[in-house]
């Protein structure tokens, strides 16, 4: 299987998966992304008017 | 506008809805303050006490030392720059509850929890809950602090802090303001009132070249100290290595950590500290009345040990701390 000779059409297609591949996994990351911060009242505060 | 008005600290932020404080973990949601940081920590270690430093509290104990992203200071040679300039959702944090930080503590043997790395002022709500949770599991509290706070939160922290180690960064309000952008007097004021009221106090003040390096500088530093809080507060005086914003800058030499502390011992101050020159002289504590060497370290090791029941093994003298 080692002698099969890689047509252009093929090496194009994986070529191209690929950069789409490092494209889209930040991206992916970036719409997944874990909020990893706290939503806790804190203390020691003021309201200010206006 | 919802505008709000932090009160935990001297810079008082004043924040419209969506803005966040300085120290980054703090932030007007609505009209409300809220905490991004409570429960979230970004480093979770077990050091030795020594690291903190703390070398006349619970000596050769492992310490469960926690830190989240943030800090009210923003020091040009931070050593934590990389949590501490950050904001919490730039760092890698682990959800950890205050039961849980204790329980942890409890199984690594642990007999302190250290808020330390960035600041525990700016997670007051996360240590204040810890910290009342450990009292109950018979876990004392250390805080690692620029002392950076207002008067009303300090009065609250000193009810479950034990034990305090605070960075006076340099004696003058021109060192604060260029390289730590804050001001001197609440951190002094700290420092007095922590002292006064039962507090284990413990002074570190990492030398600085060009910045805070001068005899005149150890000098005010030291007569501060010794009128302020007493000769017996054990000072440390720690090597600076070139970090963050002051690369530029070489690291404190071996000579002038050495004249520092014999300038602080000869204004009266009797335990003096050098602190990241392993093997230093400075790392070892001498009796003040029989002068002989009662523990002995190389960095944070402790390699022998003479003080029974809280006194020089040598010749009786009480040495102040918490030994056991």
Known sequence: ?50 | MKKVKCLLCPRECELRDGDRGDCRARMNIGGKLQTLVYGKPCAVHIDPIEKKPFFHYLPGTGSFSIATAGCNLHCMYCQNWAISQREPENTRNIDLSPQQVVEQAMAANCRTIAYTYSDPVIFFEYAADIGALAHENKLLNAWVTAGYINPEPLKEAITFVDAANIDLKGITEEFYRTVSKATLKPVLDTIVTMKKAGVWVEITNLIVPTYNDTEEDFSRLCDWIVDNVGAEVPLHFSKFWPMYQLKNLPPTPETVLTRAREIAMAKGIHYVYVGNIPGHEGNNTYCPVCKKNIISRSGYQILGYNIKAGKCGFCGHPIPGRWE
């Open chain 1, 1 to 50: 299987m080692f002698n099969k000779k890689i047509t252009r059409a093929e090496f194009l297609k994986v070529s191209l998966i690929g950069i789409l591949s490092f494209l889209a996994l930040p991206a992916l990351r970036r719409f997944f992304r874990k909020d990893n911060t706290a939503r806790k009242d804190a203390r020691y505060y003021k309201n200010l008017a206006g």
